[in-house]
């Protein structure tokens, strides 16, 4: 009896003193302090397609990137999009096939990622993987996120899908130390999928890729139910493709051999030509600036200053 009163008492004064410790807050999210107050859903992020294909080899046609990662996160790059496939049972990072271009295994990816987030910890990155082989999310890539220490950051959703609308708060997320959202193209859902692993689909939708037309003509290329477009996030794919084979040999080639356009990326990266493409897909989304923006040589053109503009910080 009196050893119960005890405790009650140690937990009520517990209790009272941790709510007289005030919550650590962050004061600066993602650069600025006025984008604290924001919801994840309703800022413009840089990604960068292909994070992984980065050489400097100007021969290396399956390159999408000059620069490394941490390069690409120190110039400010809050998106990473990149493509896996097996090979010889490790998960790796390959462009179309890993003899073209082997970026190494998802593990080492990772972990260069996580050393970014832990000197950078005011940070929300979103990572935005492709699954064309449909790896199990639970047997292979959960265990990836595992070793690279990187499962604690990746925020959970208190239900799936999230409206656009309905996103915490960029201070929210930084507080909580769930800073890290992952989006999967494909096998998200289903038996085997872990709750940090988030159907794309279902919350973003997307613009065509491998797009060759300059003037970048906005349509709703892959979305997903059950939420209606209008509440879906959305992504730009700004960059521009050039066709090797003259379309005069177009029947030898089908489509023709498409690769990504370096002596381009200072005009595609540019003001003019992301703003033309942002303003053509705003009205498909309520007015709404993309939430992500997915370029091709990031360090080319102007890209950044254009997200602080759109995000009312210019
Ligand atoms: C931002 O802060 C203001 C003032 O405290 C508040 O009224 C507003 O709802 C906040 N916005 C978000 C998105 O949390
Ligand atoms: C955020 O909200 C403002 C105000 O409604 C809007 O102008 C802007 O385009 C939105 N940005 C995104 C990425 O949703
Ligand atoms: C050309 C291009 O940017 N294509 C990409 C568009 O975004 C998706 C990411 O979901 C990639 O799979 C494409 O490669």
Redesign the pocket.
């Known amino acids: 009896m009196f050893s119960r009163s005890i405790w009650s008492l140690v937990s009520f004064a517990t209790l009272a003193l941790a709510a007289t410790i005030p919550k650590r807050r962050a004061t600066t999210c993602n650069g600025s302090p006025e984008l604290c ?3 994840y859903g ?1 800022v413009t992020f840089i990604g960068s397609h292909d994070s992984f294909a980065f050489s400097k080899d100007k021969l290396a046609l399956s390159r999408d990137q000059t620069i490394d990662i941490p390069s690409q996160l120190n110039l400010g790059v809050r998106a990473l999009q990149a493509q896996s496939h097996m090979k010889d049972g490790v998960l790796h990072f390959c462009h179309t096939s890993c003899i073209l271009f082997d970026g190494g295994s998802v593990v080492n990816y990772l972990k260069t990622v996580k050393t970014f987030l832990d000197a950078n910890p005011n940070e929300v990155l979103t990572l935005i993987f492709t699954n064309p082989e449909g790896v199990s999310p639970a047997k292979v890539w959960k265990p990836a996120f595992d070793e690279a220490g990187m499962t604690d950051l990746a925020f959970v959703p208190k239900s799936i899908p999230v409206k656009q609308s309905e996103w915490p ?1 960029l201070g929210e997320m930084i507080d909580s130390g769930k800073r890290v959202v992952v989006f999967m193209d494909a096998n998200a859902e289903g038996p085997e999928s872990v709750p940090f692993i988030l159907p794309e689909f279902q919350m973003i939708w997307e613009t065509p890729f491998s797009v060759t037309d300059a003037n970048f003509p906005c349509k709703i290329d892959r979305s997903g139910g059950p939420l209606a477009d209008i509440d879906h996030m959305y992504m730009i794919n700004h960059s521009l493709n050039k066709n090797l084979v003259p379309s005069i040999f177009g029947d030898l080639f089908g489509e023709g051999i498409i690769v990504s356009d370096p002596d381009n990326a200072d005009r595609t990266n540019g003001v003019e030509s992301i703003m033309a493409n942002v303003n053509g897909c705003s009205p498909l989304a309520g007015n709404r600036s993309p939430n992500f923006i997915l370029l091709d040589f990031v360090e080319k053109g102007d890209a950044f200053n254009v997200a602080k503009k759109l995000n009312g910080l210019a």
């Open positions: 107050n924001r919801s309703n708060t």
